[in-house]
C-alpha cells in the first residue's frame, strides 16, 4: 500500500512501511496528538467484510489493550478511517526474534533469558483472559538492550475464525493455506480443536526450541506432512549442547497432550529462571539425548520426566511478594499434598512408575504427626489438572503442595521435588535426587527427610529415629512389578485387580522378604471380595488373612500389613480384640494413614462405640477428603448412631463427589426406608439408575406398584422375591432376608435366616448388633445368645 505513504489515517501521519504479513501491514506514523511515533498497523480489508465481525475485533483488540507488562507491545488505540482498520501500537526499536536468531542457536542463557520474559508476558496476559493464539519468532521484538516484547496479543483470534470458512476449500488447503502459522500449532488444533492457554505454551515450546538450535522443531514438505509430524512424531533431538534442563523444559512445553504440558505459564518462567548457569553447557560428549519420542525399546525402562532441578538461590528470588531478595518470615506449613509426580516421556505406559514414586514420597511423609498429609486417593484426581495449584490446595484444605517429576533410565532413577505455598504460589524449596534403582527406597526417605527439615517440622525422637534408619535395597525388577500391580490395583476394577495379583505375586517370587509385596496381595484380595464382590468373602478374607500375616512376618513395622490384618480378623474371625490390636498398631506406626483410620471405623462401630467411630471418620476424612469409600463409611457410621439426618448429609455429600456411584445412593435409601420414607427412598432409586438398566428399572417400578396398592407390606414382600428369586432356599444375602421378615413381622423366619448366616460365618454378621432394623428383637434372648455366639464386645459403661 504505497499509496498509504504520507496519508493520515485518523490523526496517524503513515510514515513509512515497517513491514507486511498475514495480518497486514505494519508502518512508522507519527501521532500528531501526542507528537510521538508508533507502529500503525492497518489489518487486510478483504478480512473485515462481516459487520459482526469487525465489530468482534474492536472488541477484543480494546481489551488487549488494556494490557500494561514490560513484556508486551502496548496497544494504544484501535479504529477505522475511510475504509481502513487500524491498530496504533508501540513502536519497538529492534528487530524480530526470528531475525536475531543466529544459524546454530541464540547463547543458551540468553534462550532462558528471553524464554522467561515471554513467559512472563504470557502469564500476565492469561490471568486476564487473553490468550495470544499466534506466537511466533516473528511476533516478538528483541530490543538493543537485550529486551523482548511480545506483539499482537489476542489480536489474531477474529480474523482466524474469519479465514475458519475459506480453509474448507480444497484449492486453499491444496496451496498450503493453513489457520494460524502451522510450525508453532499444537497438535489440538491441527485436528480442529480450540486453541487456548496451553496452545500458547506449546507455541513456547516451539520457540524455546528455535531459540536453542536455529531450526524449529518439526519438519515437513508440505503443510500436510509438517502437520503430521507435528501430530504423530517427536521434535527432531536437539543438539548435546543444550542442557538437560532446557531440554527438559522444552520437552514438557510441546507434549503432544494438553495436559501433560506446564499448568501455566508462570510456571515456565520459574523453571527458565531456575536453570543453574552452571548446567549451561553441554551435558554429553557422547552426542544428543533425546529426552522425547523414546520407545519401550530404547531403554529397559523408560523415564519418567523430571522437571529440572531448582536451585535454592533462583528459588528466594520468588520467596515474597514484592520482595526480591526473599526475606520475611518462613510460612507455618501444618498440612501439604503430594500432587502426581509428572510423566513426560510421551509413553502412557510408564505412568504406573511416576504414581507409584508419588505414592511412595506421600507414604515416607505420612507418620508424622505435626503434618497432615493427605492420602494418594484424593491427590491423583488431580493428574494433569488445569487447576490452578490455588484451587487444588483449596480443595484439599492444605497449606502447601509438593510438585515434581522422576526420571528413570537404566539403572538410575533421577526425582526432583519443590515445595510450593498454595495461598501464594510461593516457590519455597527445590531439589533434585538421584539414585540407583535398588536403593530407591533410601532415596524417597532423603527427600521426605529434607522436605520435613525445610519445613521446620517438629519431629518426636521416634520419628527422627525412623526417618534416619537406613533403608532396604530392592530387587529392581520385583519394584517394577510391585508398582505396574500398585497402579492396576488403584484402578478398582475387576480386571484391575486380577492383574494387579499376578504382577505381585511375580514380584513376591523374585523378593520373599520384601512385605509391600505380600501386603500388596492382602489389599487386593480385599478389594475383590469387600469392594467388587468378585471373590467369596470366607475364601477371600483367608486369602487376606494368609498374606497380611506373611507381609507381617517380613516386617512386623508396616502398617498396611496390620491394616489388612485388622479386617481380616475381623471379619473372618469376628475377633474385635485382635482387630483393634492391629487397627491401633497402624496408627501408631502411620497416624497419616487414612485406610488405618477407615478399618478402626468399622472395628468401633460394629463393636457399638460408633461415637468414637465417628472421630475416626473424621480422621479419615480429613487426609483423605475426596475418597468415595471415606466419605461414604462416615454416612453409615450415621446411619448405625441412629443419626438419620447426618447419615442423609453425609450421603448428600458423597452423591457430589461421584454421581455414578451406588453406595451414597444405596446409604440414602436404607435411610430413607428406616425412617418409614418409602416413596422417598423409590424416587431416588428411580432417578439415579441408568436409562438402560432395564432390569432394575422394571424392579424399581414393581416396588413402586406395591408400595402404592398394599403400602409396606407390599413393599417388603416384593423386596423379599427379589432377594430370593435367584434360589429361594440358599438366597446369598441371608442377613438381608432376616431384615426383611422381621419388617414383615415374622421374628421366627428372621431368626431361621439369622441362625443360618451365624451356621455359614457370614462375615456381615459383624453388623447385626448395630442394625437398627434388629431394634425390635434385640432384647430377645434368641437374639441375646446370638450375639454372645458372635463374639460382640460387651457394651461399655
Known amino acids: 500500500m504505497d499509496e498509504l505513504l504520507e496519508q493520515t489515517i485518523s490523526h496517524y501521519r503513515v510514515i513509512s512501511l515497517l513491514g507486511a504479513g498475514g495480518m497486514g501491514e505494519v508502518y512508522r506514523a507519527h501521532d500528531a496528538r501526542l507528537d510521538r511515533d508508533l507502529a500503525l498497523k492497518i489489518l487486510p480489508c478483504d478480512l473485515m467484510k462481516d459487520e459482526n465481525a469487525r465489530a468482534r475485533l474492536i472488541g477484543e483488540a480494546r481489551t488487549a489493550s488494556a494490557l500494561s507488562h514490560p513484556h508486551i507491545g502496548h496497544v494504544y488505540d484501535v479504529g477505522e478511517d475511510r475504509g481502513h482498520m487500524f491498530f496504533a501500537m508501540e513502536l519497538i526499536e529492534g528487530k524480530p526474534l526470528r531475525d536475531a536468531i543466529p544459524r546454530g542457536g541464540l547463547p543458551l542463557s540468553t534462550v532462558c533469558q528471553y524464554g522467561a520474559q515471554i513467559a512472563s508476558a504470557l502469564a500476565y496476559a492469561h490471568e486476564r483472559g487473553i490468550v495470544h493464539r499466534d506466537l511466533k519468532s516473528a511476533n516478538v521484538m528483541v530490543t538493543p538492550e537485550g529486551r523482548v ?70 519438519d515437513g514438505s508440505s503443510v500436510a506432512e509438517l502437520a503430521g509430524a507435528i501430530v504423530n512424531e517427536a521434535p527432531n533431538p536437539l543438539s548435546a549442547r543444550v542442557p538437560t534442563g532446557l531440554q527438559l523444559i522444552i520437552a514438557r512445553c510441546l507434549a503432544k497432550d494438553p495436559h501433560a504440558r506446564y499448568r501455566s505459564a508462570s510456571e515456565v518462567e520459574a523453571a527458565l529462571e531456575a536453570i543453574d548457569p552452571s548446567a549451561i553447557r553441554s551435558t554429553s560428549r557422547q552426542g544428543t539425548w533425546r529426552v522425547w519420542g523414546m520407545t519401550a525399546g530404547a531403554v529397559t525402562i523408560l523415564v519418567l520426566a523430571v522437571i529440572l532441578a531448582m536451585r535454592t538461590a533462583d528459588i528466594q528470588k520468588r520467596l515474597s511478594d514484592g520482595d526480591a531478595s526473599g526475606g520475611g518470615p518462613r510460612p507455618h506449613i501444618g ?50 489438572s488445569r487447576k490452578s495449584l490455588k484451587e487444588i490446595a483449596s480443595a484439599l484444605d492444605v497449606d502447601a503442595v509438593i510438585e515434581g517429576s522422576v526420571l528413570r533410565a537404566g539403572d538410575k532413577v533421577r526425582i526432583t521435588a519443590q515445595l510450593i505455598e498454595a495461598a501464594k504460589d510461593r516457590h519455597l524449596w527445590a531439589k533434585s535426587y538421584e539414585r540407583e534403582v535398588k536403593d530407591v527406597l533410601g532415596l524417597q526417605s532423603e527427600v521426605a527427610r529434607d522436605i520435613a527439615g525445610e519445613i521446620q517440622l ?43 495379583i499376578d504382577y505381585y ?30 471373590l467369596p468373602q470366607k475364601e477371600g478374607m483367608a486369602k487376606v488373612k494368609e498374606y497380611a500375616k506373611r507381609a507381617l512376618g517380613a516386617d512386623d513395622s508396616s502398617p498396611e500389613a496390620h491394616t489388612s490384618m485388622a479386617i481380616a480378623v475381623l471379619f473372618a474371625d469376628w475377633n474385635w480384640k485382635e482387630a483393634e490390636h492391629h487397627a491401633q498398631r497402624a496408627i501408631q506406626l502411620n497416624a497419616g494413614y487414612s485406610t488405618a483410620h477407615l478399618v478402626y471405623s468399622v472395628i468401633l462401630a460394629t463393636a457399638g462405640r460408633t461415637n468414637e467411630a465417628i472421630e475416626q471418620d473424621h480422621l479419615a476424612a480429613d487426609l483423605d477428603p475426596l475418597s468415595l469409600i471415606v466419605s461414604w463409611n462416615a454416612a453409615s457410621t450415621y446411619f448405625y448412631a441412629r443419626r438419620y439426618d447426618q447419615a442423609l448429609a453425609q450421603a448428600t455429600h458423597t452423591v457430589a463427589m461421584d454421581p455414578s456411584s451406588h453406595l451414597p445412593h444405596g446409604a440414602m435409601a436404607r435411610t430413607y426406608e428406616e425412617t418409614g420414607r418409602y416413596q422417598a427412598s423409590l424416587d431416588l432409586l428411580e432417578q439415579h439408575l441408568p436409562v438402560g438398566d432395564t432390569e432394575n428399572r422394571a424392579a424399581v417400578a414393581a416396588l413402586k406398584q406395591a408400595f402404592a396398592t398394599h403400602g409396606t407390606t407390599g413393599y417388603w414382600r416384593t423386596m423379599l422375591r427379589f432377594e430370593t428369586a435367584e434360589n429361594p432356599k440358599n438366597p446369598k444375602d441371608k442377613i438381608r432376608v432376616a431384615m426383611i421378615y422381621l419388617k414383615l413381622g415374622d421374628r421366627e423366619k428372621a431368626f431361621y435366616w439369622l441362625e443360618r448366616a451365624y451356621a455359614e460365618h457370614a462375615g456381615d454378621m459383624i453388623f447385626i448388633n448395630i442394625e437398627p432394623c434388629f431394634d425390635p428383637i434385640r432384647t430377645d434372648p434368641r437374639f441375646q445368645a446370638l450375639v454372645r455366639k458372635v463374639g460382640f464386645p460387651p457394651p461399655e459403661a
Open 149 to 218: 516484547k511480545v506483539l499482537d496479543f489476542g489480536l489474531a483470534k477474529r480474523i482466524q475464525d474469519g479465514r475458519r470458512e475459506e480453509l474448507r476449500d480444497p484449492d486453499l488447503t491444496a496451496t498450503g493455506m493453513i489457520l494460524g502459522t502451522p510450525n508453532y500449532l499444537p497438535p489440538e488444533v491441527l485436528l480442529g480443536g480450540s486453541a487456548d492457554a496451553r496452545s500458547d505454551i506449546w507455541a513456547l515450546g516451539v520457540l524455546l526450541y528455535e531459540m536453542a538450535s536455529g531450526k524449529l522443531p518439526f
Open 335 to 384: 498440612s501439604l499434598a503430594v500432587l502426581p509426580l509428572a510423566n513426560l516421556s510421551g509413553d502412557p505406559t510408564q505412568e504406573y512408575f511416576a504414581d507409584g514414586m508419588t505414592e511412595e514420597l506421600i507414604t515416607n511423609l505420612a507418620p508424622i504427626r505435626s503434618l497432615k498429609v493427605i492420602s494418594r486417593t484424593s491427590v491423583m484426581p488431580f493428574k494433569g
Open 458 to 500: 517438629q519431629l518426636s525422637p521416634e520419628e527422627h529415629a525412623r526417618m534416619m534408619l537406613p533403608r532396604r535395597t530392592v530387587n529392581p525388577e520385583a519394584y517394577e512389578l510391585y508398582l505396574r500391580g500398585r497402579y492396576e490395583w488403584s484402578k478398582v476394577s475387576p480386571e484391575g485387580v486380577a492383574k494387579s
Open 505 to 534: 505375586e511375580k514380584a513376591l517370587a523374585l523378593d520373599p522378604g520384601d512385605a509391600r509385596y505380600s501386603s500388596g496381595l492382602a489389599d487386593a484380595y480385599l478389594l475383590q471380595v469387600q469392594v467388587l464382590g468378585t
